[in-house]
């Protein structure tokens, strides 16, 4: 069966989702992530690897988190970055997403970071492509890969091992790639026991099928778990039909002290960020000794260093 | 000094002569305030047992390379990379650069650029174990236990034991240390 992020050697040749990547690619990425984040402890914390290359940001929704930090870890493998202002440019010109792409590979862009509003999106540039790379910084409510991945491996820095592992994902699970990205991550790397956990109109009816256990009471979703992830809560859920209101919410699922003391004593808490405080999450949770929020986002420019290094380490050959 | 025999194996009694005849250069002419730096692996093993027997007063330095070579085009990256550590200032210091093998020359170009990142050394003087040949770059050691005749297409590795002793093998491919040959 082909994946259309392998080539045919199995080597990654764009990152546009987990899901179907084999275990192998995951750990892989993971360990070249750990080299890199030994950099950031020297002063000099470029390395040449990606010298001469074009790293072109290509974010059609808004983002600062995401796109910063793809651009330190560009900038960190000596490569030349363009950030493009979609908004601002030839899409609201009605420019179609596939000529844009050919114009700017015709700028000789070797990587393509891409985020879009839709879900596919980034496959279908990926597919039109011959020579350059496709980084999926997040389509619509499908993937968000390198989420996941630098989530896995902050998992990893803290856990070790995968498969003893108990994963609360919580909160609005039906609308975010990145619970999706951070399910197919930790089932492929073997966690045996991941749950989603949130009101029963947030959860998405088929989970079961991923091997993901639902979970609408929070106190027994959190129970005994050793990683607790918890989702932002889109401002647009707010308002709508979905959920009665931010109170309500934080009511019944917003990670309070008392409910992090029913996980492990050891365990930690994440956040993809940014955070709505007092809304998913507890300030003196988010703030207190067992938060690796912060981490998250340190571990995240290794982890994209990681990728696009592996990406760009494919040689000619590789882009068959 | 003599070539040792181009066997499958240079034996244990050949590296141990190899590194008297280094250490016999370094010993009259290093100075106690240089700066030692092995290029992982096997300039690291070679670096340690030198920095010891030279009595050098800054800790001992290690690159690891993996980063600055100028293959990765073609061979990609390898996934466990240690971090390189310089535990002294570059800046105006006398470096020896110790590796095991000089081949092409490559190692060494990366090693210097990595170097640099860390600042400007006054010097830096190349100490290699064996030399085989082959040089595509303009790069010579200042300090060379030997030279060693390796058929082409075949790797010469340092190999360390758990007690420390120190072999050379040949293979034909390159291969994580620890695996056999």
Known sequence: MNNPQLNDRGGLRHLLTIEGLPRETLVNILDTARSFVSLSGREVKKVPLLRGK?????????STRTRTTFEIAAKRLSADVINLNIQSSSQ????SLLDTIDNLAAMHADMFVVRHSQSGAPHLI???LTRQNVINAGDGRHSHPTQGLLDAYTIRHHKKDFSKLSVAIVGDVLHSRVARSAIHALTTLGTPDVRAVGPRTLLPTELERLGVRTYTDMA????DCDVIMTLRLQNERMQGPL???AQEYFKSYGLTPERLALAKKDAIVM????????VEIDSAVADGPQSVILQQVTFGIAVRMAVMAILAGQGKAGTA | MSAPQSDNKVSLHDVEALFETLLGQLKPRVSHAAGMVGIVTGGVWLAERLHAALGLRAPLGMLDVSFYRDDVGEKGIKPQVSPSQIPFDVDGRDILLVDDVLFTGRTVRAAMNELFDYGRPARIDLVVLADRGGREL???PLYCGGRVDVPKGSILMLDRDPRGVMSMSLSSRRRQRGEGA
């Open chain 1, 54 to 62: 074009s790293v072109f940001n290509l974010f059609f929704e808004p």
């Open chain 1, 92 to 95: 609201s010109k009605g420019e």
């Open chain 1, 126 to 128: 990926a597919r039109h």
């Open chain 1, 220 to 223: 027994a979703g959190v129970r």
């Open chain 1, 243 to 245: 959920l009665p209101s």
């Open chain 1, 271 to 278: 956040h993809p960020g940014p955070m709505n405080r007092g």
């Open chain 2, 138 to 140: 303009p790069i010579e």
